[in-house]
Structure formats: structure tokens, C-alpha cells
């Protein structure tokens, strides 16, 4: 499948993430914790659907694996934990969701896949911007190993969201899923590379 990324990352974002790494390995570990947690809601709201509960529960407990591997390197590097409420990047995304099924069911799917694309690469950049020295070896490492992990998961959303329309043709006939993806990916790209308040692991471009 074509990856669902519209933009790159800019290379302020990458220029920023690698200065403030205590805080970004902070909130990557928050962010682990909150794709196990969305794998589970998935989980608990459609129970019926045997394939994508037994796919996610794998997925759930990879993601924690990570949030462990996160967990450890913080310990190694005294990085404190953050305590933060949702950022605007997976506010808008959220709020981009539709309320009603089968269309709520397909935005979450594509919204998982967009957010694991992204993941993947920042993790990508990351890792080939540091090899002289600017993230710590270990961080490094962590996140060349990541990377593929991210494009299996947002691979298997896409998958998911795919036999989610197979099942439900009302979805296609309102409006072509892959249109539909189109529309979220620019609403990603947006929240990715523009001026954002704050700094994430999913954050668009450092104010100032």
C-alpha cells in the first residue's frame, strides 16, 4: 500500500527534537503508552470484529514492549517523567472523526495508520541525523529498530480500515475510502509542518 504521509517533516522540527531529547524521549514514552491504550479502545468497541480484536491485542502489547524499552533508557539517562494533557496534533485528528458508524470506525483506522507513518519517520530522521553524535548511541539504536515496527503497524491499519470496507460497501459508495484518507493525510500534513505551541513527538514547527 502507498504510504499515506503527504509531507515530510521539516527539518526545524528534527533540529529542535534532537536539542531537547530529554523531552522528546519523555514524551515518546507517553506516546507508547497512548497506542497500546487506542489499540485497546479499538478493542472494547467493535468486539465483534474477531480479526482486528486479535490483530491489536498483539499490537497493544508490542507497544508496551516499546514504552518499556522508552522507560529504561529514561532511568539510564535520569530523564524525568511529563505529565500532559493531549497535544493539538491528536486533539485535531480526533476531532476529525466522524461520530457515526461505519464511518466512525473507518476514520479511527486511517487515523492510526497516518499516526504510525508519522512515527515511523521521525524515528527514520532521527536516527540518520544523529549517527555523529547528537542523540545518545543508545536512544539511536531504540529508534533504528522502531522504525520498522511502525510501518508493519501502520500497514496493518490500513489493512484493517481496507476489510472494514470490504464489509461495509455503504463506505465506498458515500465516498471512497482512499479519498477519505486523502482528506485526514492533509489535516496530518497541516498539523505536522505548521506553527505549533508546543513541542511533541508528534508536534508541528517550534514556535520562535
Not at 509531507?7 to 514524551?27: C, F, K, Y
Request: glycine share 4%; with cysteine.
Amino acid at each position: 500500500m502507498r504510504p499515506p504521509l503527504r509531507v515530510a517533516t521539516p527539518d526545524e522540527w528534527v533540529e529542535e527534537a534532537i536539542r531537547r531529547w530529554p523531552e522528546l524521549v519523555a514524551d515518546h514514552a507517553n506516546c507508547e503508552k497512548k497506542a497500546a491504550s487506542t489499540a485497546l479502545a479499538l478493542m472494547f468497541a467493535y468486539p465483534e470484529d474477531r480479526a482486528l480484536v486479535a490483530k491489536l491485542s498483539k499490537l497493544a502489547r508490542e507497544e508496551l514492549r516499546h514504552f518499556e524499552q522508552v522507560d529504561k533508557l529514561m532511568q539510564a539517562h535520569a530523564v524525568p517523567y511529563l505529565r500532559r494533557k493531549p497535544g493539538r496534533y491528536a486533539s485535531a485528528l480526533r476531532e476529525a472523526v466522524r461520530t457515526h458508524e461505519p464511518y466512525r470506525k473507518l476514520d479511527l483506522l486511517l487515523c492510526g495508520a497516518l499516526i504510525e507513518a508519522r512515527s515511523c519517520e521521525r524515528f527514520s530522521l532521527l536516527s540518520s541525523r544523529s549517527a555523529g553524535g547528537s542523540l545518545p548511541t543508545d536512544i539511536v539504536a531504540l529508534y533504528e529498530g522502531l522504525q520498522a515496527s511502525e510501518a508493519r503497524h501502520c500497514e496493518l491499519y490500513l489493512k484493517l480500515a481496507e476489510a472494514h470496507v470490504n464489509a461495509h460497501p455503504e463506505c465506498e459508495r458515500q465516498k471512497s475510502w482512499s479519498v477519505r484518507l486523502e482528506e485526514l493525510a492533509t489535516l496530518e500534513a497541516d498539523l505536522a509542518t505548521s506553527t505549533d505551541a508546543e513541542f511533541r513527538f508528534h508536534s508541528g514547527l517550534p514556535q520562535g
